[in-house]
Structures are given as C-alpha cells and as structure tokens.
C-alpha cells in the first residue's frame, strides 16, 4: 500500500551474491563462471526460501546483469546479517582442486562474524575428497607497478596494508567469498557441475547458514 511503513524484519536475513552475470563471465574453461555460480545460488536460494525463519535475498537477479558498484550499493541498503559471494576460483595448474573461503580483513568490524560464517562453511565442505582452504586476499604490488591478487591463510595474524576484493570492504555487513571449485581442473569440474552435485553443493551451503544463524542468535 502506498504510504505504508516497512518495519525492519525479524528474521535473519541472508543476501546471496553470484560473483558474475552475462555481461561478466568470469573465468572460462569448460564451463564459464557465470554458469557455475548461477547454478549454485539459485538452488541455494530456493532452500532458503522455504525457511520460514529466514529472510533471503539476491545482490542482483540471477539472468540480469547489475555492476559491483551497484551491488554494493543493494547490499549497504539492505544490511542482511549475512553475505555470500559465491563463485568459482582458477589456478594456473589443472591438477589443483578445492575450496577457498575468503572473509573480511583483521581489521574490519565485521572480521569475527565473517571468520566465525567462513568456518561453519569450511566445516559443511570439507573432506577427505575436498580440500577447503580459507584466507585473506590482499592486492599486492609487484615489480611492474601493477598489483596481483595474492592468497594469505587465516592463520597469518599480519596486518597488511593492501586492500582486499570491494566486496568484502563493508563495515557492517558479515561477508565471505567462496570459491566452490578450480575451474581449470577438468576433472574437479565435471565432478562438482552435475544436477546431483550442485544440489548438494546447495545442501552444504545451507547447513553452514543455519548453523551461522545459531550462533549469531545464541550471543544476542
């Protein structure tokens, strides 16, 4: 009704972001990041729908492209107690596989709760055939004057001045950036993309946001 007031919602409130859309594929190999990252967000978007305790929302829908700057701009609008960008990683070497969860810097607000969010993930994900690994990413200088998107593990307390993805600059909003799979291992790849794996890929995914949401209740 026009006029009307929207009271804040009472429950916990989960935003997912699919790190890229058709106008920004995202590494291309036998599939393209577009396609995996869609896949897997949307399917977890319907298991959270069907929560009646969770609030869910998207950065941008799933077939429409929106820049970063305005996703950004959605996800400060909308303060969601928590945000997943999920995507697909991409090493030089094809026999690599496995999983990296980003979260926030050691010196973000927010870093506790985003450690404590890439955790419960980690923990949904990892096994004897899944490697998770999880991190900082730091924009590092190099010898041309250029800047490279260097990996550090969470048990590396230095505190570094470099920025880090825009993504996961927010102050006040828990976020991590997931990494599902290698995308140039063919063979992690056609593992991870069948109609089986990604609802169970989905699956974990769920398990870790309804754990998350027990411990973020439980220390209100």
Not at 14 to 19: F, I, K, S
Not at 135 to 164: C, M, Q, S, W
Request: charged share 25%.
């Amino acid at each position: 009704m026009k006029g009307e007031l929207s009271l804040p919602s009472s429950k916990f409130e989960v935003m997912l972001d699919a790190g890229h859309d058709s106008n920004q594929v995202g590494y291309s190999t036998s599939i393209q990041e577009n396609e995996y990252t869609k896949e897997v967000t949307s399917r977890l978007y319907e298991l959270l729908k069907g929560n009646d305790d969770i609030k869910v929302s998207l950065t941008h829908e799933l077939d429409e492209p929106l820049s970063l700057t305005k996703r950004l701009e959605v996800i400060e609008e909308e303060k969601p107690d928590i945000l997943i960008s999920i995507h697909a990683g991409y090493d030089p070497s094809p026999n690599l596989r496995g999983m990296r969860i980003i979260t926030q810097l050691p010196t973000n607000p927010e870093h506790d709760n985003s450690v404590l969010l890439a955790k419960e993930i980690q923990k949904a994900f990892d096994d004897e055939s899944n490697f998770v690994a999880v991190g900082y990413y730091y924009y590092v200088p190099t010898h041309n004057e250029k800047v490279a998107l260097a990996f550090v593990p969470l048990e590396d307390k230095g505190i570094r001045e470099y920025e880090t993805l825009n993504i996961l600059q927010s102050e006040s909003v828990p976020t991590v950036v997931v990494e599902g799979l290698n995308i140039n291992n063919p063979e992690e790849v056609a593992e991870l993309t069948t109609e089986e794996t990604y609802q169970k890929t989905a699956q974990q995914y769920y398990q870790a946001i309804l754990e998350m949401k027990e411990k973020l209740e439980s220390s209100k």
